[in-house]
């Protein structure tokens, strides 16, 4: 009987310590329902069931997935009188990766007379946003026609919930003619058309990369390429989101000159300089200034556009053909950026004018014939 009595006293005991302990009656959270990747206020409301004065009330929130506490984690409201009530307020951080539904948040109260206190554990609802994932950023952005390129695409959920089983790929561009031709798209994929991701959560960034080709005829110009992104969200909905890059196809441009000709006219001579673009790309609006020794007829001319793979030329008469000529290009790129080329060029040595051919021929007969008269006279001299 006695150790009955013992374990009954110990219970009540156990009682007395539980009952002076401040009840947490209510727990209030804004937003509600809390939202992944944010902050919520949460609001704790302790009401006191002793009539006699408990002091030095400490109100705590443990962190336990996902929830962290933002600041003070512990809250003292002073001494709460018989029957009375008090509020502590907390900023509670939603961890990223939370799912849709209801946690548990512990809470701790302890007063001076118990500091041991007790833990309760009071419901939250989480629920966030569906997933969103977009590219927002591109490593290449300028491509040139006939080259193969590795993408490296950065893509965000900018969502308020985890996005899972993710697949990027390139989407068909390809488009079909009022004759029912199919237009081949000019960027393709190479290798594997689409790349896994295993889970992006809110907020978080991550890096994925296809291998594409630029058809060599591709036109230069600017593309708008579509990403299409499908995922699923924690219920395992799957969803598709597009995103639109922007893409420059541009050739470069490679300008050489050579003097092709050089010819004489009325004590002048006659230049031809002979301009190529071997490269990809167009040069526009292209001027040519020619710096040399004495006189030039034109010593800048506007020559305008020079197509890829094509030739170009112009001519200028100077007074002294057969030395150095500095020939400055400028002319603007595939990219409307203003380029500036210096070429030296020499002539050949002059080639021998129609006059003077015209003499060489009258001399030749000439001589011919004085040297039939000079073989006669001498035969005819002998025979005297």
């Known amino acids: 009987m006695r150790t009955i009595f013992s374990i009954l006293f110990v219970l009540i005991m156990l009682t007395a310590v539980i009952a002076a302990v401040p009840d947490v009656t209510q727990v209030n959270y804004d937003p509600s329902p809390a939202v992944p990747g944010t ?67 512990p809470i701790k109260v302890t007063t001076k007379e118990q500091p041991n206190g007790l833990i309760g554990y009071y419901s939250v609802i989480v629920a966030g946003k569906e997933p969103s994932l977009k590219v927002i950023k591109v490593s290449e952005e300028k491509l040139v026609p006939g080259e193969e390129k590795e993408i490296i695409f950065t893509i965000q959920n900018v969502g308020t919930s985890t996005a899972y089983d993710i697949i990027t790929e390139i ?17 393709m994929p190479l290798g594997a058309s689409a790349v896994y991701m295993e889970k992006l959560m809110p907020g978080e960034q991550k890096e994925t990369s296809l291998k594409i080709s630029i058809n060599k005829t591709a036109t230069l110009k600017n593309y708008t390429l579509p990403i299409k992104i499908t995922y699923r969200n924690s219920g395992g909905t799957r969803t598709t989101d597009t995103s639109y890059i922007g893409l420059k196809i541009s050739g470069m441009v490679n300008i050489d000159a050579a003097i092709k000709e050089i010819t004489q006219t009325n ?29 030039a007829d034109k010593p800048t001319q506007f020559i305008g556009s020079i197509e890829p793979n094509d030739i170009d030329s112009f001519k200028v008469k100077l007074e002294k053909p057969y030395q150095t000529i500095k020939l ?57």
């Open 39 to 105: 902050t919520t206020t949460l609001l704790v409301q302790l009401e006191s069931q002793e009539s006699s004065t408990q002091h030095d009330v400490t109100v705590k929130i443990v962190d336990e997935y996902p929830f962290t506490v933002k600041g003070e984690s512990e809250k003292n409201v002073g001494d709460l009188d018989g029957l009375g009530k008090a509020l502590a307020k907390f900023t509670i951080y939603i961890d990223p990766t939370a799912e849709n539904q209801t946690y548990n948040i």
């Open 328 to 384: 400055t290009l400028t002319y603007q790129d595939s990219d409307a950026t203003t380029k500036t080329k210096i070429y030296e060029l020499t002539g050949k040595q002059a080639p021998a004018s129609q006059n003077q051919g015209n003499i060489f021929g009258l001399l030749i007969p000439l001589v011919v014939i004085i040297a039939v008269i000079w073989v006669g006279y001498n035969k005819f001299i002998k025979k005297k």
């Open 267 to 295: 004590g002048l001579s006659e230049v031809t300089i002979e301009l190529f673009n071997s490269g990809a790309g167009k040069a526009e609006y292209m001027t040519a200034k020619i710096d040399v020794e004495g006189y």
């Open 171 to 187: 989407q068909e561009d390809r488009t079909v003619a009022a004759t029912g031709t199919v237009v081949e798209r000019e960027i």
